[in-house]
């Protein structure tokens, strides 16, 4: 949604300041501000999820647990979505978890509250079920992306993923938490991040990534990235 | 949904079995019977979708679409589900395509039909968000096996999803379209055909699958299998 049709523009979740300002006025007393950090668990896998996060910044990904030797990610969200649908969906609980991966910030509901009073709301349903519809969108590119894309495409990708999420152009990102995400072993990661810094597109250091040429990396990465951005776009999300 | 527990034991789809005899005698009259036919193409990428489909039997592959010289199926749907969750998402459309890949049958609803009448049951959308978990997470499970397991792991969760939709032990499946489908080569699939051949799990001759011994294929396969299922029994659909 471009930002002048923000009717709340205080509000940095995108989903909450899409809502009709009385609408928002009627949960924001059950709205906590909780601050993220790196590696928080917002919900385990196949444990019912007790609160839902709306973040005003920063990344959660979520990741596959499965194969204690592998965690794989099948999905981001930021300030453009929630973490926790399942309350929404009425599953109650995932069989993955949500782990903050760029710290920031988020206004958090109980499950209880959310699903008892929140959700009473159309056009908050209508709003949840066109994000459900983007990430799921987000979720299926990542499969095709997985399968038939090199690292260096996932990698530049995964790059934009938290750039679009992260508050600044510099970020924390160890290659073993992206060699983790990614599916990838630590080397090829390694020598993938060398070839982005050699042609100048990331500066990286000490787990610190900064961004030196967004158009670049953009124009270096597989259409996944594009097919995805523009169903969020075109979903309001 | 254990199948003592269905209210229209003669309806063979699950979504519209399980609902409340009334409430699915409110749309009948709305369904259509109509087959599905291989290579039958649902909805298209980026299109609107004009129809949904309730399978009764046979499968249905979402693929993406995305590069012309790759086809990778991101899920499956059978009579447990529906074809054309973005109508009742709000999107409308999706990026990716829905293609007969086993024969059957179908009941289908004009898309303004069913949104108009048949969502307007809160018993219908509950179990259509239950449902949308349910896929969301075999997709999910896709983008995991997709990167980290052999091409024999996934063959073989592919032929238990398409065992589990198709009505009898034996289904067309040429090795191309399982090539596409799995993202890898027709060799590498005639190679691992021949392997799980050997070890007499199939029967595999002129594009005719025929199931052997599925308490084996069980054993062979990654346990990406066995999260989704356990998460669509979980959720009832």
């Not at 940095?12 to 809502?19: G, K, S, V």
Request: charged content about 20%; hydrophobic content about 40%.
């Amino acid at each position: 949604m471009p930002k002048s049709e923000n009717p709340n523009p205080l509000i940095q979740n995108r989903l909450l300041a899409a809502l009709p300002g009385k609408v928002y006025e009627q949960f924001a007393s059950e709205l906590e501000f909780v601050p993220l950090a790196l590696g928080d668990v917002l919900y385990e896998a196949g444990k019912p999820i007790a609160d839902i996060y709306f973040p005003n910044d920063g990344m959660v990904s979520l990741t596959s647990t499965e194969d204690s030797n592998a965690i794989i990610e099948i999905g981001v969200i930021g300030s453009e979505g929630m973490v926790g649908i399942a309350a929404f969906l009425g599953g109650g609980q995932m069989p993955n978890r949500a782990i903050v991966q760029i710290s920031g910030s988020a206004m958090r509901i109980c499950a209880e509250q959310f699903n008892n009073g929140f959700l009473s709301d159309a056009g908050v349903q209508k709003s949840l079920l066109r994000y459900t519809q983007a990430l799921m969108t987000q979720i299926s590119q990542t499969a095709v992306c997985n399968r038939i894309h090199s690292l260096e495409a996932r990698f530049t990708r995964w790059l934009l993923l938290s750039h679009d999420r992260a508050a600044s152009d510099e970020f924390m990102l160890t290659q073993e938490f992206i060699a983790y995400m990614l599916g990838a072993s630590r080397q090829s990661v390694s020598e993938a991040a060398s070839r982005l810094q050699d042609a100048n597109l990331i500066y990286y250091v000490r787990g610190k990534i900064t961004i030196l040429d967004r158009a670049k990396i953009e124009s270096a990465t597989c259409n996944c990235y594009r097919i995805v951005k523009d169903e969020f776009n075109r979903l309001s999300v």
